[in-house]
């Protein structure tokens, strides 16, 4: 397999063709925030968390590091002033969504963000679609997934497959950045498979 050399940093950075600059700079051990990675799915690119500057023949770009390929020769940064007041905008859009998410608030400190910049919206959901594509890439069930577009897309169950499939899964549960799936799942699971809830509490 081939091996390329990119800065990241100030740092030289061994990558092998196919990585990604995420990938790439965290087999050095240098950090970029993400919210919607996981290692384990297909990059999503979604939150834009891991945006960085990436120069290749003099010229700079904002990419997304979870989707951008190492390339021989890139020079990568992940901090600046322009990245820095992306990151806290984007975060302080998401905690309009989720104010007292735990994750949400330890980036908001790093960046300076505001909690309560943007009025606050009555959906607790990022749209980080770590749930809907952990169940469908990994666990291959398709129980949840999201419903309407924009700003009115929410995640919801599939009762016909999650009544049968997430009692005794519920492996997407610890990914969620702000702990609203386990309420959806909860209702769903009183409201559309009231069975399997008293099963559970017997």
């Known amino acids: 397999m081939n091996e390329m050399r990119l800065t990241i940093d100030g740092r030289e950075v061994t990558a092998t063709e196919g990585m990604t600059v995420l990938e790439a700079a965290r087999s050095a051990g240098i950090f970029i925030p993400t919210l919607c990675y996981h290692e384990k799915l297909e990059p999503y690119g979604g939150c834009r968390l891991c945006m960085v500057e990436a120069e290749t023949r003099g010229r700079t770009s904002l990419v997304a590091a979870c989707v951008y390929p190492a390339v021989d020769g890139l020079l990568v940064r992940t901090r600046s002033e322009k990245l820095d007041r992306i990151r806290k905008t984007i975060l302080e859009l998401l905690l309009a969504h989720a104010p007292e998410s735990p994750v949400l608030l330890d980036l908001a400190a790093e960046y300076g963000a505001e909690v309560n910049r943007f009025e606050h919206q009555a ?60 309420s959806v799942y909860v209702l769903t699971e009183a409201l559309a498979f009231p069975a399997s809830a008293e099963a559970g509490k017997a």
């Open 123 to 182: 959906s607790f959901c990022i749209h980080c679609g770590l749930c809907v594509r952990y169940c469908a890439e990994v666990k291959q069930k398709h129980a949840v997934g999201f419903v309407d577009r924009g700003i009115r897309k929410e995640i919801c169950f599939i009762p016909e497959i999650a009544a049968k499939e997430c009692p005794d899964c519920q492996a997407c549960f610890p990914l969620c950045p702000t702990s609203y799936l386990q």
